[in-house]
């Protein structure tokens, strides 16, 4: 196992780690920007390094500077967290090359898993559903023909990255030349590859996701899935572990499914892969993101495994020892509500000064967090500061006690997204579990 783990990241995912590492008795490195100074996993960790001004360029996604830290402190590995540095092939083998273990997949499965074009086409081989899409589009008038094969509406994404962003919806043949465009420009801002492709577009589908982890030694798990549905312009919002729409016939069989192509190609670490399922109720693959995600709490609430702590043991290139994970023996229900600083209604960032800050507790309460009273929210970061996991024996008992850890939850001087999270967990369909990539929405069309 590793004796020293730089974190390569900051915010709530930073702190994560740095609790696991403390748990295993392995020291912490934390890297930050001039701006994050007085950040919580700085204050947490073992040791400190700053490594460039607030711009992410120059500080947290700056890998010459990341790996400098990690050289000067000693530590033999590097976990990325998610965002920045997470998903990078080149960074990963930049850390191989400098003898540091890199806690993610090897960047020959990045690669392979992370380009949505090559990812469709390891579907097709390997027999996952999937959409009717095309390769990498060439140009507008490519775009244009492809799209009329396929069939309207579709959808232009962005090969790498996600987020969102590189993402256009076209319903008509004469808009994608325009979405061709915007998506390819978005893209090359936001990732640095213009490339695109276009698949077709399901109406109001869900959005569903199966947790992964795989070793070096053969062992291949499916841990289930999340709902993951509640999104505003593609972020989610809101996700539950289990899926009120998925039966256990087809958690088995996607599991058996998912457990092949991750066999037949090598990957190893955690992973998460991605489906749309339309009205009839079937399921499409749509990515692999290659990292841990954002709402992995939910899935260690079911299953009762740290996930980050497999992580770092496949990396380590140890052997993967679990419990018996079938889905029939997984526990109870839980819900995530990812709190951000931001208007409730117009969704503007609104970074500031916390001024007063009381997370909710009690039982079947979880509150992962990267600040504290007193603290300033910068402006030039994603806006989540922290997420809410509330778990029960069942669904309706799980979504209880999150509306009451919401409105147990207090954070004085700027403003958040609670009030949302509270209109959607009060919605009758929400509450039916009948939801959609479009229900926020609909609540928010409605009004707070």
């Known amino acids: 196992m590793f004796k020293k783990v730089l974190i390569a990241n900051r915010g709530e995912i930073a702190m994560r780690v740095i609790r696991t590492c403390r748990a295993l008795d392995i020291r912490t490195v934390a890297v930050h920007s001039t701006v994050d100074e007085a950040a919580l996993h700085v204050r947490f960790a073992d040791e400190a390094v700053c490594i460039g001004p607030a711009d992410v360029g120059k500080s947290y996604l700056n890998a010459p500077a990341i790996i400098a830290a990690a050289e000067v402190t000693g530590a033999d590995a590097v ?61 507008p008038e490519h775009a244009a023909a492809e799209a009329k094969r396929v069939g309207f509406p579709v959808i232009v994404k962005a090969v790498s990255g996600g987020g969102g962003r590189g993402m256009r919806i076209v319903r008509e043949g004469d808009d994608i030349h325009h979405a061709f465009h915007t998506a390819t420009t978005e893209a090359a ?165 916390i001024t007063e800050y009381h997370p909710p507790g009690g039982r079947g309460v979880r509150v992962d967090s990267g600040v504290y009273g007193g603290w300033r929210v910068p402006s030039c970061y994603d806006s989540l500061i922290a997420k809410v996991i509330s778990f029960g024996s069942t669904r309706a008992e799980a979504m209880a006690r999150m509306r009451v850890a919401l409105h147990e939850f207090i954070i004085g001087g700027i403003r958040t997204n609670i009030p949302l999270h509270q209109a959607l967990l009060n919605d009758p369909r929400v509450v039916a579990g009948d939801l959609s990539t479009s229900t926020i929405e609909e609540v928010v069309s409605r009004g707070l």
């Not at 993610?104 to 081989?125: C, E, F, H, I, Y």
């Not at 016939?249 to 992973?271: F, W």
């Open 79 to 139: 976990h990325p967290g998610y965002g920045f540095m997470a998903e990078d092939a080149s960074f990963a083998e930049l850390c191989g090359k400098c003898r540091l273990g890199f806690i993610g997949p090897t960047p020959q499965a990045m690669r392979a898993w992370g380009n949505k074009v090559s990812a469709r086409q390891l579907a097709v081989d390997h027999g996952l559903p999937l959409l009717p899409g095309t390769g990498v589009l060439e140009s």
């Open 189 to 353: 801002k936001a990732f640095g590859d213009p490339t695109v492709y276009l698949e077709r577009y399901i109406e109001r589908p869900r959005h569903i996701e199966f947790q992964i982890l795989a070793d070096d030694h053969g062992g291949v798990w499916s841990l289930g899935e999340r709902e993951c549905s509640l999104q505003r312009r593609h972020q989610k919002v809101i996700e539950e572990a289990p899926s009120p729409a998925i039966s256990e016939e087809k958690r088995l069989q996607l599991r058996d499914r998912i457990v092949s192509v991750l066999k037949a190609t090598g990957y190893t670490t955690v992973g998460t892969l991605e489906f749309l399922m339309d009205d009839r109720g079937d399921l499409y693959f749509m990515e692999m993101n290659t990292r841990i995600q954002v709402e992995h709490p939910v899935t260690e609430m079911v299953t009762g495994i740290d996930l980050v702590e497999q992580q770092m043991i496949a990396a380590a290139g140890e052997r993967v020892e679990l419990p018996d994970t079938r889905p029939w023996r997984f526990r109870g229900h839980a819900i995530e509500c990812r709190i951000n600083a931001e208007d409730p209604r117009t969704f503007a960032p609104w970074p500031g000064l």
